[in-house]
């Protein structure tokens, strides 16, 4: 896995943290994340990631991960192409 793509699941990892009750889980999670970015993790750089658009190619509009996935993780996201459900993601 390179590098950034640790670094992003880090900070998603610790978004998520914040969004659902702490369970022992999410602390194992998170020390793993924390090892291996060697970085401090950040809720708040984790929800940005989340919320930040990103440009598409072809001139289609840009999307963030919450298009699909809604704000909350807790609830059923939307594909908003296909409008397919996506199931909540919630770790388990
Ligand atoms: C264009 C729509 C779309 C966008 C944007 C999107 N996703 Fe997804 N994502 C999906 C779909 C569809 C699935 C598969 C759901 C299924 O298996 O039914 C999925 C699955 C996932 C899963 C696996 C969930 C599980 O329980 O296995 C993760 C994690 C995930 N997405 C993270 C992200 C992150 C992080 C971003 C932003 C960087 C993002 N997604 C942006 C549509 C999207």
């Given at each position: 896995?390179?590098?950034?793509?640790?670094?992003?699941?880090?900070a998603?990892?610790?978004?998520?943290?914040?969004?659902?009750?702490?369970?022992?889980?999410?602390?194992?999670?998170?020390?793993?994340?924390?090892?291996?970015?060697?970085?401090?993790?950040?809720?708040?750089?984790g929800?940005v990631l989340w919320?930040e658009?990103?440009?598409?190619?072809?001139?289609?509009?840009?999307?963030?991960?919450?298009?699909?996935?809604?704000?909350?993780?807790?609830?059923?996201?939307?594909?908003?192409?296909?409008?397919?459900?996506?199931?909540?993601?919630?770790?388990?």
């Amino acid at each position: 896995m390179k590098r950034h793509h640790v670094m992003i699941l880090a900070a998603l990892g610790i978004f998520l943290s914040g969004v659902f009750a702490s369970a022992a889980v999410l602390d194992d999670l998170l020390s793993k994340y924390q090892k291996t970015s060697g970085t401090a993790l950040s809720a708040t750089a984790g929800e940005v990631l989340w919320k930040e658009k990103h440009p598409q190619a072809g001139g289609a509009s840009s999307h963030s991960c919450a298009s699909c996935h809604g704000d909350n993780l807790r609830q059923t996201g939307k594909h908003e192409k296909t409008g397919k459900k996506i199931d909540a993601m919630p770790p388990r």
